[in-house]
T-cell receptor, first 110, second 114 residues
Framework: NAGVTQTPKFRVLKTGQSMTLLCAQD?????MYWYRQDPGMGLRLIHY???????AKGEVPDGYNVSRLKKQNFLLGLESAAPSQTSVYFC?????????FGSGTRLTVV | AQSVTQLDSHVSVSEGTPVLLRCNYS??????LFWYVQHPNKGLQLLLK??????LVKGINGFEAEFKKSETSFHLTKPSAHMSDAAEYFC????????????FGSGTQLTVLP
């Protein structure tokens, strides 16, 4: 089925470890986004991309990096994980017809 | 400035009674407005979308929202709550001139009592 796939779905990291979250879409969307969801705060934009090879900062970019080397993939990296990055991460993409969200990655940093 | 404000963090209603979830938006932002729902441990589902075609927007599962420019409001309503409506609801806007990124309200948790 067409859509947005996030990998992994769950992960536990130790403070200081690094990891990469992968978002893949097969709808040929230009725009892709990474959000984090925390209780009582809704979803907040971390980084976004308006096309292959482009990235830009969102509302809460500190501690994260992203890359969009291929149009269909948007990677979110944590270089040195901190407990404050414990959250649920959602990827989304959009065309002119609507937004599609991934099912989320639940990350715990201990 | 906060672009979208959900006025209630929690709302409780009895099954079969009306639902009202309130949302105000900043007038300096785009007039593309959405309501999304998230059931426990699930992803986000689009309920409805306003894009200036009509001020009263009908969505899925009996929900609707009315865009009121004079009040900068986009409240979500349903005539009769069902147990399956228990979830978190997000009012969402697209800032003008942005790269189409969605800006979320802080959410309203809806509880439906039997």
């Amino acid at each position: 089925n067409a859509g947005v796939t996030q990998t992994p779905k769950f992960r536990v990291l130790k403070t200081g470890q690094s990891m990469t979250l992968l978002c893949a879409q097969d709808m040929n969307h230009e725009y892709m986004y990474w959000y984090r969801q925390d209780p009582g705060m809704g979803l907040r934009l971390i980084h976004y991309s308006v096309g292959e090879g482009t990235t830009a900062k969102g509302e809460v970019p500190d501690g994260y990096n992203v890359s969009r080397l291929k149009k269909q993939n948007f990677l979110l990296g944590l270089e040195s994980a901190a407990p404050s990055q414990t959250s649920v991460y959602f990827c989304a993409s959009t065309s002119d017809y609507g937004y599609t969200f991934g099912s989320g990655t639940r990350l715990t940093v201990v | 400035a906060q672009s979208v404000t959900q006025l209630d963090s929690h709302v409780s209603v009895s099954e079969g009674t009306p639902v009202l979830l309130r949302c105000n938006y900043s007038s300096s932002y785009s007039t593309s407005l959405f309501w999304y729902v998230q059931h426990p441990n699930k992803g986000l589902q689009l309920l409805l979308k306003y894009t200036s075609a009509a001020t009263l927007v009908k969505g899925i599962n009996g929900f609707e929202a009315e865009f009121k420019k004079s009040e900068t409001s986009f409240h979500l309503t349903k005539p009769s709550a069902h147990m399956s409506d228990a979830a978190e609801y997000f009012c969402v806007v697209i800032p003008s001139g942005s790269a189409r990124q969605l800006t979320f309200g802080s959410g309203t948790q809806l509880t439906v009592l039997p």
